[in-house]
């Protein structure tokens, strides 16, 4: 802890409803309809249904001790992170959902690029150049009378965290990288207003973008089932329009796999997770 001695965390930059409100309003964001903060609670996931507002309501907390990632894992969430859902109307079902969950990882990578270089490692884990996760994402179906009617896109955000359980070697945060103290506020505020601006726009043309983001194309891929087990292994060719990921195995075959299904290793060697 040592290290970071010299930063003395700043109040005012730690996540408070105030102070993004004020950011809010002073960013002009005005993507968000409604928003619920909560010092704390088991995920953000448990809480929208809360919210009245189906399209750009917002749910943050500063701590979450039942925090969900994806393929069943377990999101460490202590204080330090940004951990929010938002709901957005689902228009054609899963294709939006993987759709969706794309740009708003475009979004995040905008706004994470202003501190420190970043790229999207597929499907939508934001990494640093150096290969560390500073944030994942994992969207839920929500349903209403047996309709898909909207998702549920939640996102964890490594702001200020200055350590990590030994397990996740390959996660970090922007304090770590910057050794600085960043205004959880302000950053929120400003990954609203990127995921606004992406949501909002038009939804093709950002996936043509978000395939130019993905660090995996043209890289060694080896997809996993959520048990861990390895189902293919080549070389990542494209990120198809729909937010899929095409390999073209060592046998010449082309699959592509589905982010609800897999995950994939191989960027900077097999070792990366
Ligand atoms: C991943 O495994 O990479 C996805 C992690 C998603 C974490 C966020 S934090 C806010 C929302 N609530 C949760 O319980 N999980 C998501």
Redo the contacts with the bound molecule.
């Keep these: 802890m040592t290290e970071f001695n010299d930063k003395i965390a700043n109040k005012d930059f730690v996540l408070n409803e105030n102070k993004i409100k004020e950011y809010i309003n002073s960013m002009n964001v005005d993507f968000v309809k409604e928003l619920i903060f909560l010092d704390e609670t088991t995920?953000?996931?448990d809480e929208t249904n809360a919210l009245t507002c189906k399209n750009g309501g917002v749910v943050c907390t500063r701590k979450?001790t039942?925090?969900?990632?994806?393929l069943g894992?377990k999101?460490i969430?202590e204080n330090g992170g940004i951990?929010?859902?938002i709901l957005l109307s689902a228009k054609d079902g899963c294709d939006n959902l993987q759709k969706i969950t794309s740009v708003c990882a475009l979004g995040v990578l905008e706004a994470l690029k202003k501190y420190t270089p970043c790229k999207i490692k597929w499907p939508n884990?934001i990494i640093s150049d150096n290969g560390k996760k500073l944030c994942?994402?994992?969207t839920k179906l929500k349903t209403e009378n047996d309709m898909i009617s909207y998702l549920d896109v939640?996102?964890?955000i490594n702001a200020n965290m200055t350590e990590f359980p030994s397990e996740l070697k390959y996660a970090s945060s922007l304090r770590i990288i910057l050794k600085e103290y960043i205004d959880e506020n302000r950053l929120f505020t400003e990954v609203l207003d990127k995921i606004g601006k992406y949501v909002q726009g038009n939804i093709d043309d950002s996936m043509k973008l978000y395939a130019k983001e993905c660090i995996n194309v043209g890289r060694a891929v080896r997809a996993l089932n959520p048990n861990g087990e390895e189902k293919y292994k080549g070389i990542c060719t494209k990120i198809n329009d729909d937010g899929s990921l095409k390999i073209k195995t060592y046998s010449g075959k082309e699959i592509d796999v589905c982010s609800g299904e897999f995950s994939v290793r191989g960027i900077y060697g097999e070792d990366y997770v």
């Design positions: 995920s953000t996931f979450q039942g925090g969900r990632g994806r894992r999101w969430s951990y929010f859902s884990d994942g994402i994992l939640g996102i964890g």
